[in-house]
Antibody, heavy 121, light 111 residues
Framework: QLQLQESGPGLVKPSETLSLTCSVS??????????WAWIRQPPGKGLEWIGS???????SYNPSLESQLTISVDTSMNQFSLRLNSVTAADTAMYYC?????????????WGQGTLVTVSS | QSAPTQPASVSGSPGQSITISCIGT?????????VSWYQHHPGKAPKVLIY???KRPAGVSNRFSGSKSGHTASLTISGLQAEDEADYYC???????????FGSGTKVTVL
């Protein structure tokens, strides 16, 4: 059974870099049928797709975030990571990692439990 | 690119059927096939209910069904149960610039 687990600091100072890692177990991140995605939900607001990455390193970012965003993948560790630079209070959110199905169908079929990141001094 | 519009809230009594709409634009629904729906209980991971407009993943109750007409996708919950009380989001495979766009979200209340 596939499991995804987010990890990283829960508190980040304004203007600094938010870094999160998603560890994947029960399946290979190198599968050809899946991208791997980050999605966030600010308090009281809806879901926002941040970006997705393939095991080869091919990626797609949300244009509203791409100037401050890097998503990377480490196939040897079966994990992928998010770096968001120059954060502000608006980046406070629950951050989820998810598996992005691109083979049969297009959707997010497995999600991590999420990790809350607060941007505050 | 703005988010597809969903009603902020929908309510129904146990056993009833409710429908949640997701109104987009031609760029939101670039393909006719790639609309998905997610159920989100606060504090838990979102769960996919419907993908590719009307397909259900294994293990999802057949009380959940999806459809699409023009620029409006819909999720219908039949035989409403207390456990269905949650937030629901549509997600479109939109423009090539922003592949995924989530709807604004709908809170479902079971009366």
């Amino acid at each position: 059974q596939l499991q995804l687990q987010e990890s990283g600091p829960g508190l980040v100072k304004p203007s600094e870099t938010l870094s999160l890692t998603c560890s994947v177990s029960g399946g290979s991140i190198s599968s050809s049928y899946y991208y791997w995605a980050w999605i966030r939900q600010p308090p009281g607001k809806g879901l926002e797709w941040i970006g997705s990455i393939f095991h080869s390193g091919s990626f797609s970012y949300n244009p509203s975030l791409e100037s401050q965003l890097t998503i990377s993948v480490d196939t040897s560790m079966n994990q992928f990571s998010l770096r968001l630079n120059s954060v502000t209070a608006a980046d406070t959110a629950m951050y989820y990692c998810a598996r992005d199905v691109v083979g049969e169908g297009v959707y997010f079929d497995s999600w991590g439990q999420g990790t809350l990141v607060t941007v505050s001094s | 690119q703005s988010a597809p519009t969903q009603p902020a809230s929908v309510s129904g009594s146990p056993g009833q059927s409710i429908t949640i709409s997701c109104i987009g634009t031609s760029s939101d629904f670039r393909s006719n096939d790639f609309v998905s729906w997610y159920q989100h209980h606060p504090g838990k991971a979102p769960k996919v209910l419907i993908y590719d407009v009307n397909k259900r993943p294994a293990g999802v109750s057949n009380r959940f069904s999806g459809s699409k007409s023009g620029h409006t996708a819909s999720l219908t919950i039949s035989g409403l149960q207390a456990e269905d009380e949650a937030d629901y989001y549509c997600c479109s495979f939109g423009s090539s610039r922003t592949p995924y766009v989530f709807g604004s979200g709908t809170k479902v209340t079971v009366l």
